[in-house]
């Protein structure tokens, strides 16, 4: 059994960089994925389930591709680096909510969105008597490509630097032929303001946890459900913004706004040896404040392992 649970550490658990564990020193996986979402509904303070949820025109779509690269640095140290790039725009742009809002703000926009580097450490292993395995790590984001098209609703960011730290908790281990796989993550960031709006600063801290169960019957295929939530505390609601003409007609507004949104869905894993796993996923908005209602994503992603060395690795 714990030969198998080696094995199962040593290849991608899940999207790369997930979860605790880490690789080993010169050890590397690259996941390239594609991305989809829609949505057409925005709740305003009173929350998702309220009767003034806003229809946004004919909806907002985003298209986006991403690549993760992840490197073993030193025993239990794990280096990562993200780039993404999105499209983002709406059907029709001159309806309501977004003739109000003025500043172009359902214009498509397109580019890469936030870019992000993190290093995780280990400091708990299963492997060697630990109940779980544990890491922390650090974030860095680099948003100024976003910067330029900030105030729109069909942005890819808010221009900001943002650092922050992280906390991951996990555990595998056998089911039958196969294996169970859980972790769950939640971190802080401190983000950069671009302005204040008196004792508002724009955009303000954020606060995020997602987690994922797998079960596999087999080495070959694993399924399992996902979750995410993310809020920021501090800011202003919607309603507050429209009604506060220092705020809307401002390039920073939508970086003021206070918010919530949760998450959930399904995704499944198929793996092709122990070198490449492809994955799937879709996912649903389940409840949001100041946030669209009704987010729909769908992803798919491959991630592949010791793709620049023809060496055998052992777990």
């Not at 169970?180 to 606060?207: C, H, I, M, Q, T």
Request: proline share 5%; glycine share 12%; aromatic share 6%.
């Amino acid at each position: 059994m714990t030969l198998l649970i080696a094995a199962l550490l040593a290849s991608p658990l899940a999207q790369a960089g997930s979860g605790p564990w880490s690789l080993s020193p010169g050890d590397h996986t690259l996941y390239l994925g594609v991305e989809a979402q829609r949505f057409d509904h925005l709740a305003l303070s009173s929350g998702s389930g309220a009767d003034d949820v806003l229809q946004v025109s004919d909806g907002m779509q985003t298209f986006g591709v991403k690549a993760i690269a992840s490197l073993g640095l030193l025993p239990r140290l794990e280096g990562e680096l993200v780039l993404p790039w999105q499209s983002v725009r709406n059907n029709r742009p001159s309806d309501f909510p977004c003739d109000a809002l003025g500043l172009k703000a359902c214009e498509p926009t397109s580019g890469v969105g936030i870019i992000r580097a993190r290093l995780k450490g280990q400091w708990l292993d299963q492997l060697v008597g630990a109940p779980l395995s544990a890491a922390i790590g650090t974030e860095l984001r680099l948003g100024q490509l976003t910067a330029s098209t900030r105030q729109r609703l069909t942005n890819r960011g808010e221009g900001t630097m943002d650092v922050g730290g992280f906390a991951s908790f996990g555990r595998t281990g056998g089911l039958g032929n196969g294996y169970w796989s859980a972790f769950l993550e939640g971190g802080g960031r401190y983000r950069s303001k671009n302005r204040s709006y008196d004792a508002v600063d724009a955009p303000g801290a954020e606060f995020w946890a997602e987690g994922e169960l797998f079960l596999a019957p087999s080495r070959a295929v694993a399924i399992g459900p996902t979750a995410a939530w993310i809020s920021r505390p501090e800011g202003v609601d919607i309603e507050e913004m429209l009604a506060d003409t220092s705020i809307v007609l401002d390039r920073d507004r939508l970086s003021a706004l206070t918010f919530m949104s949760a998450q959930a869905g399904l995704k499944a894993l198929v793996r092709t040896g122990n070198a490449v796993t492809t994955s799937v996923g879709v996912s649903r908005t389940i409840y949001a404040v100041n946030n669209p209602t009704d987010v729909w994503s769908v992803d798919l992603g491959l991630s592949a392992r010791g793709f620049l060395t023809k060496k055998d690795r052992q777990p």
